[in-house]
């Protein structure tokens, strides 16, 4: 059985993978997008962008709701594997997600994500400001429990756009975390009891 990791440890990870290694001076790190700090050319999300300008403010889903639907098929559920963007767009791929993050003490990274979404429907000012006042105090507050890992850049834009808060304050932080969990959690998360639970279950109701 192997040992679990801290919560702490965890975090230490984390935020390894957000910062990235240190640059050699006089060689800058390239030009990326939010969500590919490896700066390679073939980022997948990079290009999403330059084929759909038009769409840059997603954060690799259109939308939650169009995928609260039937549970998913055990063909569903083995394709996750193969993307990160169809799990997270299945209720039931979140959750069971959830339940692995939650054991690596990193479940407030998804929290965090589904929250931003939330926001970023929301119309009425005042709802948005309530909710972007609740957002911060949750996940970005350094004296919040469930603080997220974000780089200081991030952070202080952030803190920036707590004048005036918008629906989207939070949109880099959100590509930010939403990468940290694709690139460091869900390997993992393919490899774990959790998921390979998840598929013998569906196996089993095959066989019935």
Known sequence: MPQSVSGVEMRKRQQAHIEGPPQAPGHPRPN???LCWCGCCKCLWNEERRERPERQTC???DSIEVTEEQHPTLDEAVAWARSFELM???????DVFREFLRSEYSEENLMFWIACE?????TNPSA??????????????????KEVSLDARVREGINQSLAEPSSLMYE????QIYTLMH???????LNSSV???LLERKRACLDT
């Open 128 to 145: 948005v400001d309530e909710k972007a006042r609740i957002i911060y105090e949750d996940y970005v507050s350094i004296l919040s429990p």
């Open 88 to 94: 997270m767009r299945s209720s039931e791929g979140r």
């Open 172 to 175: 880099e932080a959100q590509l």
């Open 195 to 197: 998921y390979r639970d």
């Open 32 to 34: 990326t997008c939010c």
């Open 183 to 189: 690139r460091d959690s869900f390997p993992r998360f």
């Open 59 to 61: 954060t690799k889903m």
């Open 118 to 122: 939330e926001l970023k429907k929301e």
